[in-house]
């Protein structure tokens, strides 16, 4: 098992920036790639960003890609979510996960363990 818990969610204007982080205890944080989703109100769950093992591959939607960048630091057992130039329509719960398997993935039914989410709301 693996616990997720994120926080660094909140009220921003548009343009601003915020970093969300998510802790991970339980089994080894380095075995598993990490990844960052979000669900906007009546909306599925859409990938954002996904990073490796290591942390030497990263992988970005479009919609993020440029304003977006994740990060982990095996040593904090902890991985990152630089968010800047901030759009309204980024406004959503933010939510990270875990993935056993090196394949890159991008649907939410490949991961294995998920943290509860954190809001982030964009002001326009």
């Known amino acids: 098992q693996v616990q997720l818990v994120e926080s660094g969610g909140g009220l921003v204007q548009a343009g601003g920036s915020l970093r969300l982080s998510c802790a991970a205890s339980?089994?080894?944080?380095?075995?598993?790639?990490m990844g960052w989703f979000r669900q906007a109100p009546g909306k599925e769950r859409e990938f954002v960003a996904r990073?490796?093992?290591?942390?030497?591959?990263?992988y970005y939607a479009d919609s993020v890609k440029g304003r977006f960048t994740i990060s982990r630091d095996n040593a904090k057992n902890t991985v990152y979510l630089q968010m800047n130039s901030l759009k309204p329509e980024d406004t959503a719960v933010y939510y990270c996960?875990?993935?056993?398997?090196?394949?890159?993935?991008?649907?939410?039914?490949?991961?294995?363990?998920w943290g509860q989410g954190t809001q982030v709301t964009v002001s326009s």
């Open positions: 339980g089994r080894t944080f380095s075995s598993y790639a």
């Open positions: 990073i490796s093992k290591s942390g030497r591959t990263t």
């Open positions: 996960a875990a993935d056993a398997t090196p394949q890159i993935a991008t649907s939410a039914y490949q991961y294995d363990f």
